[in-house]
């Protein structure tokens, strides 16, 4: 019987390289939503057409012949202007946009050296949110611990201020906030009390760990 035909080392390879695209694909999937926190869903659109013609691009140069040299120039003319037309108008967007915030009355308020401050003097103590929108483990500590129904009662009670502190854009007040803190990047979770010390929790949050913490102020 004639045995099935083994896959050559091409043929591995080829495999190989169709794998590697579904990380990238993610990854670009990824770059596209923290791009929508920053310039809301027109700035996220805007950026889908450059990449399509960036895949016309790719395509066209795999072609052979005559085709290949006028789909490619046809898609790197529509691709230059497509740049000039919206470029500017993504970028004005990002500059425009402010951090994504919760409004006045929300649990969560936006961080501020004053607000932090001003809160301390009444007596209250306050719990900072360092974070940003590009940080994975940031974005699932905030979906996890910090939405955990146990936590948010425990905070309530102690009548904690909650504070966002948005690093995405890499913000000087907060940079220098998180070097009085020893940190240089998020996440970073802590607790500031009247009259003592901050007490910095660990990087990847649990329930368990915030609750003692809180028991404690």
Do not use: H
Request: charged share 15%; aromatic share 8%; glycine share 8%.
């Amino acid at each position: 019987a004639v045995g099935r035909p083994r896959p050559t080392p091409g043929a591995w390879r080829d495999t190989g390289k169709k794998c590697l695209a579904f990380p990238m694909f993610g990854a670009a999937g990824w770059l596209l939503w923290v791009l929508g926190q920053q310039t809301g869903i027109d700035g996220a659109g805007a950026r889908q057409a450059p990449l399509l013609v960036l895949a016309l691009v790719l395509w066209a140069l795999g072609l052979t012949g005559r085709t290949r040299i006028v789909l490619a120039s046809f898609s790197i003319a529509a691709g230059a202007l497509l740049a000039s037309a919206i470029g500017p108008n993504v970028i004005k967007m990002a500059e425009a946009a402010t951090p994504v915030a919760e409004t006045p009355g929300a649990r969560w308020q936006p961080w501020s050296a004053e607000r932090v401050q001003t809160a301390l003097g009444a007596g209250q103590p306050v719990f900072v949110d360092f974070t940003a929108a590009w940080c994975v483990t940031c974005q699932y500590n905030k979906k996890t611990t910090l939405a955990d129904a146990t936590v948010l009662v425990d905070l309530q009670a102690k009548n904690v201020a909650l504070l966002r502190a948005d690093w995405t854009r890499r913000d000087p007040a907060i940079t220098a906030a998180l070097a009085q803190l020893g940190r240089n990047g998020v996440p970073v979770y802590v607790f500031y009390r009247p009259g003592k010390p901050p007490v910095v929790l660990t990087e990847v949050l649990r329930v368990d760990e915030v609750r003692s913490t809180i028991a404690q102020l």
